[in-house]
């Protein structure tokens, strides 16, 4: 098969590979379209990402919608043919967080397009790739192999908006106006937050805000905000989600959130401690509140696409075909002009 | 002042009454628009309401918009003149579920326009009417005096998507298509369910339902319902809210209800005792939970429909003249024309 | 291997088995104490449970203490030697139940000793029996074979506890003395609800409780019984676990049940429906749950008993040899003089 | 009436004063013992508490058992001779955090024995002092006045531990071994907690806690920290509470706490900043809960108490004579020799 195999920081090649083993319990999946996350622009940008070295070339790509091309043997919840998404991360499914439905804190979760393993775990950049059968989520006959790839950076915001508790009827603040940021503040709105401020630093991503229809967006850095917020949301807001990985902006967050709200962590921080007022926590009684990746939202995110209550197509930047895979990469990373950029590995 | 007076089944009066007198606390609202509630009707037909007999003749009403005419001394926390709906029940403030946050359940509640308590408590089909201070919640300007009186049957429906736990991106289903089956199944696809099925017996209101705008109707008395819920919720409904009233209806409510998931139950059944699968209520794990009337939600429904979370409009047939309160009664108890019909007390 | 084949209604022979296959990802363990549950009882008295008609002889029992023996290629997850008990319910851990952590919904959940599946599933009354490795829930050494074969009823009583919210400081009413209800009672005590009181119709099981130390028993057909309950627990009781299975029993918990308060229902009722107060449940905003089987609650049942906050030993009547198994059967189903009856498979 | 006044720091003279004025809806009490609190000790050491500077000489005390002497017209929820304890904070009622359940919110509260309100609001260490009616929590006969005088601090760290949640069955770790974490800890074990540890710098607290039956005692600066948690808690405590005050403690909270867990925040900390790891609070789905003071639990910790749940003498150092009250607050400041020192006011 083919696959864009990443070989070092801003080095990927589109080159012949193997195609991957199908061991018992998993299915080969023939990627459609694939879309490229933060994480991946980190790992082509800088060769590996966070705390994750890769031990050799590897294929990036977790949110892509693929046909089901083969099954191991004694598969028989999906079936050849049919068209999915997947959830990415394989967790064991028998640990204690597995069974008490936090599949995402499983100490043994293996990610595709991931080097959280040695050696790291081949992702969808890739003709084919496998998962194994529970991973597999189908997809609506009329959902278009765009919105299947979005259906993973859906899951993350879905999951985020959870952790928050009810956000419907609330006052919700998102800080933070990338691709969860936004996707974030549209799941707010879908569930009936009754308010949902967007605050980014930069103009541009407020923009982007509003044509997505959100209802107001801030600038964290302007003289007036206190007075904004009273304006649009009294004594602050119910639930502040940090979605930027901005240190000031989490603790821009404790002085914007209400008494008795809740603050979620959504963005990535750095490993530096953050000065926090932990005693204004404390006697105003917030709950801050971490959230990790995304419990078993998937059915649930389709479903929601599929009905319409929300829609993902204005994030989408653009596609571009499989062979110019690293161009894709560059116009990802471009933040002025990029939400979400796609590639086509396959076609029908 | 002049007020609509009950004086037996089917006789209202529009008659002189004097003013509410002005107690410690309390506040005079001049009523500007309110609407006829399905107790109300209970009241005009029979004379009393379920177990409430009143023991004089008494005004009825509970769903305004009003506009703040005098304070008693010392009331601040509202002004002369703003315009405000306000909760009908007032609870003690001080028992152990007012202090829980269920103000619903207090035993000491005193209801506007209702014969719960003796003497009976009159409401808001009159020039005046007085309650506590806290009662009285402001309208936004922009908020119509017309969808001001929508506010209090929102709430219940508010009230009762939020005992269901959570409905965003569940699959939903309310059975009974009347004035509050409608609002619950706007509300919960406001909240963001993915699927809101209506259930009603009589086609004309399966036909409202859909004008509404609500995904799917279906007949109960069908044939093929079964197959029809499996194509729209597949294996059940993760929450079923029983609107009808109809013991029928609450029955099959657990043959439609999923594995694990819950039937919310705010249709009045009539105190004679309804047969229901109690050993299936347990090996399938499903949550019977009843719902009565709200807490303290008036801020968030006016929230959501001033930011447009929620058009009430449409469940709106019409607004009388004050003079024409019977008229508008004997319309209100119309079902095949009516739905939430208005009568226009006073004027700017 | 030998085991207790049930054969049909009170037929139970001791006989050579074959060893049962040690298929993938499985482990075999030589059970050292096993006991009789009610559904045990169920199939030996009657030959069937409920709906479940055993299409071959098969082995009973699935609360037992037991070692490794041998382990499936690949199983690293517990060692040969280590002293376990098991959950006997081994879900799929893949469908939407499982990843939400209900697995105890799970619809191909395969269940020891039981035939809920066709053929039936051979249980832990024999030398040897198999379970997927993430079955086995490893036991500290200072606990004993007997206490690790109470591990699973334990199970039972904690999930109903937990269905019911939070008992901690509640006022709570068990139904039913009979081993699941002492459970529930003990394990509402030892979770700190301020009032644990049981109801039995039969007067050596109220006096079991009291032995037990529980806070108050009642005599459900006491004349004066509401004057009981309202010293007791003044306007009804937080909590009311149904355990008795008596459909006269359930319907008195929604008159002992304080409005806003909980009913979970733990016994089995017969199919049969049960004429219920559902307007009751509406206005006094109830919550009826049902609760089936356990979650994930085995580790969490293995501390508390490790760690003496509970005490189970007086609920075990005694302990028969394996060869007597069928003497242990009839003397569990002498309901006034035996609790729990335990059967010595095998020793160290 | 006589009273203890405090004039400045540790200047406290027991004086006569006027008998509180009795305004409506009020209760008058006699008081018989009152204990001394932290925030009582504050003031008396430095003349003020944090923020809150006393505009003139007032009263302290805010645990107590009274006895009430006399009702303002119109009040019957209380009767003349009821012995009672108070929730010591006036909560409005009415505002939006009184009616969702969370009057320890609420922004009017009036606090007794404080100067958090200008001028600041007499408490009881004084023969008379006024509380509005539903402040009041009827003793039962049986419960000791020293006993009655605990519950106000034995609300607090019940408040605490319903904000974690659910501890029944978790592993808990509790920082500081002052009267707050030990009465945190003992509701914890009460609660069935499975492990319950605590941790404090100082030998003599975790010897003291050892004496009250605690299971593990925890040096926080021990060298071989982690090796003792892996011991008692395996990957760590499902629950923190940082009831120390000391930011070292919080930021070691987070490394002590389990994947998934939560740390509660009782303990006062200053108003700077503290360093805190939020990336693992992110990554790790940590839940990091401020709890302040206390919801309506005063009826709860009454019944726990009464039906000897907890057993909360040992906590009780000592009682001095209402003349003796300057010594009282100066035993109390002694931290090597003082848990909970009471004063006797009044006797019978």
């Not at 790992?43 to 083969?70: K, S, W």
């Not at 009329?142 to 006052?171: C, N, Q, T, W, Y």
Request: hydrophobic share 45%; with cysteine.
């Amino acid at each position: 098969m083919t696959a864009a195999v990443l070989h070092g920081a801003k080095e990927i090649k589109i080159e012949p590979q193997p195609l991957p083993a199908l061991n018992p319990g998993m299915v080969l999946l023939r990627v459609r379209r694939a879309g490229i996350c933060g994480s991946d622009l980190h790992y082509f940008e800088h060769g590996y990402c966070a705390a994750f070295v890769p031990t050799r070339p590897f294929i990036l790509g977790h949110e892509f919608t693929a046909e089901v091309a083969a099954l191991a043997d004694g598969v028989d919840s999906v079936k050849v043919g049919t068209r999915v998404t997947a959830n990415p991360a394989r967790s064991c499914g028998f640990c204690e967080f597995c069974k008490a439905g936090r599949p995402n804190l499983c100490r043994k979760i293996i990610m595709l397009g991931s080097a959280s393993t040695k050696p790291p775990t081949d992702g969808a950049f890739a003709e084919f790739v496998t998962v194994r059968a529970d991973q597999c989520h189908a997809l609506p006959q009329e959902m278009s192999d765009e919105l299947g790839a979005m259906i993973e950076p859906f899951a993350v915001a879905l999951h985020a908006v959870k952790r928050a508790g009810v956000v419907s009827g609330k006052r919700v603040l998102v800080e933070g106006g990338g691709p969860i940021g936004l996707l974030v503040a549209m799941t707010a709105r879908t569930f009936g937050a009754a308010t949902v401020a967007l605050s980014d630093i930069v103009a541009s991503r407020r923009e982007t805000a509003h044509k997505l229809g959100l209802d107001v967006t801030l600038d964290p850095s302007a003289k007036n905000l206190a007075g904004q917020v009273r304006e649009i949301a009294g004594d602050g807001f119910d639930v502040v989600f940090e979605a930027s990985g901005a240190r000031p902006a989490l603790r821009q967050a404790f002085d914007l959130v209400r008494t008795g709200g809740t603050i979620v962590q959504i963005g990535t921080l750095g490993t530096e401690d953050v000065p926090l007022p932990a005693n204004l926590l404390m006697y105003r009684a917030i709950n801050f509140i971490g959230s990790m990746r995304y419990g078993d939202v998937f059915d649930e995110a389709i479903r929601l696409i599929a009905a319409n209550r929300i829609d993902l197509r204005p994030l989408i930047t653009g596609v571009l075909p499989f062979a110019d895979a690293g161009d894709a990469m560059r116009l990802a990373g471009d933040k002025n002009q990029a939400m979400k950029v796609q590639i086509q590995i396959t076609k029908e």
